[in-house]
C-alpha cells in the first residue's frame, strides 16, 4: 500500500496515533474527520463521503490491528481499503480488437480523449482508428484530424454530412482494416433530449463493447445526474475523467461510477495526444486525499 501525498492536516492526525498499538473512539473520530474534509474539498458527493466513513470508523474500532502493525498503519489501510472497494479497480480494456464509444457534454474532453486513447492503444502494439461523428460542434472535426495526425493513427469523419450514423456508418467500413475503433460522438452544453436521442441511435447502430463516459475532474455535484442519464440511455462501461492537470482532483466523477456501478478507465492529463494515464487506484486516492 502506497499513499504518499496526503495532506499535511491528515499525515499530522495519523502521526500523532504513530507508535499507538490500539485506537480509542477519539482518535478514529479525528481520522475520519480529517478524511471527510479532504474528500469533500476533492467534491466527492456528500453521501459517498458520509458511508464510507460509517464503514472506517466501524472498522477500525472493531478489528484489531494485525501483529506488529502500529494503529497508524491500521487505520491508513482501512481507510485506503474502503477507498479502493468504492472507487474499484481499472475498468477492464482487454488489448485486443474492439468498438468503444465516447459520450459526454461538451467540452468534457471527448475528442483529446479519443485521440489520446487511439495513441495509447498504438502504443500497446494495435491498430485503433478514430471516427468522429461530432457533427454539433463546429472545429471537433478539424481537431480531431489534427490529434489523430500528431498520434499517428487513422481517422475518419465528414465536415460536410450532417448525420450522424451515416458518418458512423461509412467511418467503421472505411476504417475496417483498424482493430480498435473509438467512436466519437458530439455533445451539448447541458444534458438534453436531443442529446440523448442522437447518442442511443448512434450507440444502436455502432454496437460499441464498451461506453465511455468522459467527464471533466471538474465536474462536482452535477455527475450523479449526468451519469444517471447517460447511464440509462446507453449503458456506462467506465468513465474517463479528464484535466487532472488542473487543481480539480476529480472526486466528484466517483458519484458517477457509484451512480453506474462502473470503474475508471482513463485519466486525462494535458492537452497533448500523450497526456493521457490509464486509472490506477493508487495515485488517484492519494490524490483525494492530499
Ligand atoms: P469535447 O467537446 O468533449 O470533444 O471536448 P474537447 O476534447 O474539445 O476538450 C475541450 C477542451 O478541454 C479543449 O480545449 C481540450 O484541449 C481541453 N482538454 C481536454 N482534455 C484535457 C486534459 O486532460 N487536460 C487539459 N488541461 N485540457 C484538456
Redesign the pocket.
Given at each position: 500500500m502506497v499513499l504518499d501525498n496526503l495532506g499535511s492536516s491528515l499525515r499530522g492526525t495519523l502521526d500523532t496515533l504513530q507508535g499507538k498499538s490500539r485506537l480509542s473512539k477519539e482518535d478514529v473520530d479525528e481520522v475520519v474527520r480529517e478524511i471527510q474534509r479532504s474528500l469533500l474539498q476533492a467534491d466527492v458527493d456528500v453521501d459517498i463521503v458520509m458511508e464510507l466513513s460509517d464503514s472506517i470508523r466501524t472498522r477500525a474500532l472493531e478489528e484489531d490491528p494485525p501483529a506488529g502493525t502500529s494503529a497508524r498503519d491500521h487505520v491508513l489501510r482501512i481507510v485506503y481499503e474502503e477507498l479502493v472497494a468504492l472507487i474499484g479497480d481499472s475498468t477492464d480494456l482487454p488489448l485486443e480488437p474492439q468498438t468503444i464509444l465516447l459520450a459526454?457534454?461538451?467540452?468534457?474532453?471527448?475528442?483529446?480523449?479519443a485521440a489520446k486513447m487511439a495513441w495509447w492503444f498504438s502504443k500497446k502494439g494495435l491498430r485503433p482508428a478514430v471516427v468522429q461523428t461530432?457533427t454539433f460542434?463546429p472545429g471537433?472535426y478539424e481537431?480531431s484530424k489534427q490529434m489523430c495526425e500528431r498520434a499517428e493513427v487513422q481517422f475518419y469523419g465528414d465536415p460536410d454530412a450532417e448525420d450522424p450514423v451515416e458518418i458512423a456508418r461509412r467511418g467503421l467500413e472505411a476504417t475496417e482494416d483498424a482493430d480498435v475503433h473509438i467512436v466519437?460522438t458530439s455533445?451539448r452544453s447541458g444534458l438534453n433530449e436531443e442529446l440523448i436521442e442522437e447518442l442511443k441511435e448512434i450507440e444502436g447502430f455502432v454496437d460499441p463493447d464498451r461506453n465511455l463516459l468522459?467527464l471533466d475532474a471538474a465536474i462536482g455535484q452535477g455527475a450523479k445526474d449526468q451519469a444517471q442519464a447517460f447511464g440509462d440511455a446507453v449503458g456506462v462501461d467506465g468513465v474517463v475523467i479528464?484535466?487532472?492537470?488542473?487543481t480539480a482532483k476529480g472526486g466528484g466523477a466517483l458519484a458517477a461510477v457509484n451512480e453506474t456501478d462502473s470503474t475508471i478507465a482513463f485519466l486525462?492529463?494535458?492537452?497533448t495526444v500523450q497526456?493521457i494515464e490509464r486509472f490506477e487506484p493508487n495515485g488517484f486516492i492519494s490524490r483525494l486525499l492530499g
Open positions: 459526454g457534454l461538451q467540452g468534457s474532453g471527448k475528442t483529446t480523449t461530432d460542434r471537433a481537431q466519437d455533445g468522459v479528464t484535466k487532472l492537470d488542473g486525462g492529463t494535458g492537452e497526456d
